[in-house]
């Protein structure tokens, strides 16, 4: 393995004509990534999650790549604008009400045969329906599994609080009402298990917890691989020409796709790999997005200060959630400031070898929220910028 001070040095090189702040993406560490993602899958199409990528310039990298095939987004309003930037298959991972944005796909048979939405409640295709505004066009509905594990005779959820249908005869039911509504075709199932895909199970100086997880999540794949299956057969039994299941996420794609009721995962954090993804034993990635700020103070001996940095990530709030100083190894946050809006103090000795002017290069928690902070990605190959890409604020666009 190459050692960090040698990627700090080649990082430096590539970015020295560039100002900090700025972020980068190693496309070397980016392909890798994407190369494992495909091995993990084992001959499933891997679904790229364009909430984890948040460029299009990338998305279209991704997607030439063998092995994946269609986007899964985060917004209706992202759908559309992609659909329009003539990605043909992207599955909406969300349910909307946004109205505008079910007009358009109405009135437009090239997005609606495009877009897919997501649907868990008959209360969704009422509001689709008053939103049409006259449009016809047949729109195309995935409905969504919970995933999550139920123990203590359900009285204790582990997993995320989203989709409210869980059984085979609910999923039946709603697939049932879909079929008899005029204007809607269902052609798709979604499950997307986060407490085993987004949570590591080898957290450092925490052995008695990551066994902990480890049980947890051995239990859970073996509960929603029994039920998704039931689930699947009972929606078939409706809709017998299904196009598609979907499952998975960076932390478990191995493990989903050996289910034969499957037929594609969804992986997108896995491309960047932030420092969310360090603790798993199921895979290894390679940091491939970064982002640097400037050195513009040195308030004393074993003590810098960077401009901004203060990039926190979504979820339930705590350190997990901070970005990490990566580059020179050897700096920590101050524990009374942290990150900060305007400005970073960054203790340790590695300060002292620091100059006005300096990068030091930071990992994200999470995958794509980075490119809310920035305009451009640039795309390092080796030790040169390629190219310099806009990321989806870049274009004009903040969707969430």
């Given at each position: 393995?190459?050692?960090?001070?040698?990627?700090?040095?080649?990082?430096?090189?590539?970015?020295?004509?560039?100002?900090?702040?700025?972020?980068?993406?190693?496309?070397?560490?980016?392909?890798?990534?994407?190369?494992?993602?495909?091995?993990?899958?084992?001959?499933?199409?891997?679904?790229?999650?364009?909430?984890?990528?948040?460029?299009?310039?990338?998305?279209?990298?991704?997607?030439?790549?063998?092995?994946?095939?269609?986007?899964?987004?985060?917004?209706?309003?992202?759908?559309?604008w992609l659909a329009r930037s003539g990605f043909d298959d992207v599955l909406l991972a969300y349910p909307s009400a946004d109205r505008a944005g079910f007009a358009e796909l109405a009135h437009?048979?090239?997005?609606?045969?495009?877009?897919?939405?997501?649907?868990?409640?008959?209360?969704?295709?009422?509001?689709?329906?008053?939103?049409?505004?006259?449009?016809?066009?047949?729109?195309?509905?995935?409905?969504?599994?919970?995933?999550?594990?139920?123990?203590?005779?359900?009285?204790?959820?582990?997993?995320?609080?989203?989709?409210?249908?869980r059984t085979p005869s609910q999923l039946a039911d709603l697939a049932r009402v879909v079929a008899r509504r005029p204007g809607f075709r269902l052609v798709g199932l979604m499950a997307y298990?986060?407490?085993?895909?987004?949570?590591?199970?080898?957290?450092?100086?925490?052995?008695?917890?990551?066994?902990?997880?480890?049980?947890?999540?051995?239990?859970?794949?073996?509960?929603?691989?029994?039920?998704?299956?039931?689930?699947?057969?009972?929606?078939?039994?409706?809709?017998?020409?299904?196009?598609?299941?979907?499952?998975?996420?960076?932390?478990?794609?191995?493990?989903?796709?050996?289910?034969?009721?499957?037929?594609?995962?969804?992986?997108?954090?896995?491309?960047?790999?932030?420092?969310?993804?360090?603790?798993?034993?199921?895979?290894?990635?390679?940091?491939?997005?970064?982002?640097?700020?400037?050195?513009?103070?040195?308030?004393?001996?074993?003590?810098?200060?960077?401009?901004?940095?203060?990039?926190?990530?979504?979820?339930?709030?705590?350190?997990?959630?901070?970005?990490?100083?990566?580059?020179?190894?050897?700096?920590?946050?101050?524990?009374?400031?942290?990150?900060?809006?305007?400005?970073?103090?960054?203790?340790?000795?590695?300060?002292?070898?620091?100059?006005?002017?300096?990068?030091?290069?930071?990992?994200?928690?999470?995958?794509?929220?980075?490119?809310?902070?920035?305009?451009?990605?640039?795309?390092?190959?080796?030790?040169?910028?390629?190219?310099?890409?806009?990321?989806?604020?870049?274009?004009?666009?903040?969707?969430?």
């Amino acid at each position: 393995m190459r050692p960090r001070h040698a990627d700090r040095a080649r990082l430096d090189r590539a970015t020295a004509h560039l100002d900090a702040p700025l972020a980068v993406v190693d496309l070397d560490a980016f392909d890798a990534n994407a190369d494992d993602l495909v091995r993990r899958a084992a001959g499933k199409p891997v679904r790229v999650a364009s909430k984890s990528v948040r460029c299009r310039a990338l998305l279209e990298r991704v997607l030439s790549r063998p092995g994946f095939s269609g986007i899964m987004s985060f917004t209706l309003a992202e759908s559309v604008w992609l659909a329009r930037s003539g990605f043909d298959d992207v599955l909406l991972a969300y349910p909307s009400a946004d109205r505008a944005g079910f007009a358009e796909l109405a009135h437009d048979p090239k997005l609606a045969a495009a877009v897919t939405v997501m649907v868990d409640d008959p209360a969704q295709l009422r509001l689709i329906d008053d939103a049409r505004d006259g449009g016809g066009e047949e729109i195309r509905v995935c409905l969504e599994l919970d995933t999550s594990w139920r123990v203590l005779g359900g009285r204790v959820r582990i997993g995320a609080l989203r989709s409210p249908l869980r059984t085979p005869s609910q999923l039946a039911d709603l697939a049932r009402v879909v079929a008899r509504r005029p204007g809607f075709r269902l052609v798709g199932l979604m499950a997307y298990e986060g407490h085993v895909a987004g949570v590591g199970d080898a957290i450092a100086g925490r052995p008695v917890r990551s066994r902990a997880i480890r049980l947890m999540q051995s239990a859970a794949r073996r509960e929603l691989a029994v039920r998704r299956a039931e689930v699947v057969r009972a929606v078939r039994a409706v809709v017998p020409d299904l196009e598609f299941v979907n499952g998975g996420g960076t932390g478990s794609v191995q493990h989903t796709a050996a289910e034969a009721a499957v037929t594609e995962i969804a992986a997108g954090s896995g491309l960047y790999v932030p420092r969310l993804f360090d603790n798993y034993t199921s895979f290894t990635g390679r940091p491939a997005a970064l982002f640097a700020q400037p050195v513009v103070r040195r308030p004393g001996v074993g003590v810098v200060t960077v401009l901004g940095g203060g990039y926190p990530a979504s979820g339930a709030a705590g350190a997990d959630r901070l970005p990490v100083p990566y580059l020179p190894e050897g700096l920590r946050y101050d524990g009374q400031e942290g990150p900060g809006e305007v400005q970073t103090p960054l203790l340790g000795s590695a300060a002292d070898d620091l100059l006005i002017g300096d990068k030091v290069w930071f990992r994200h928690a999470k995958a794509g929220e980075l490119c809310e902070r920035f305009e451009v990605l640039h795309l390092l190959s080796g030790d040169t910028v390629t190219a310099s890409v806009p990321t989806y604020r870049g274009e004009g666009y903040t969707f969430l």
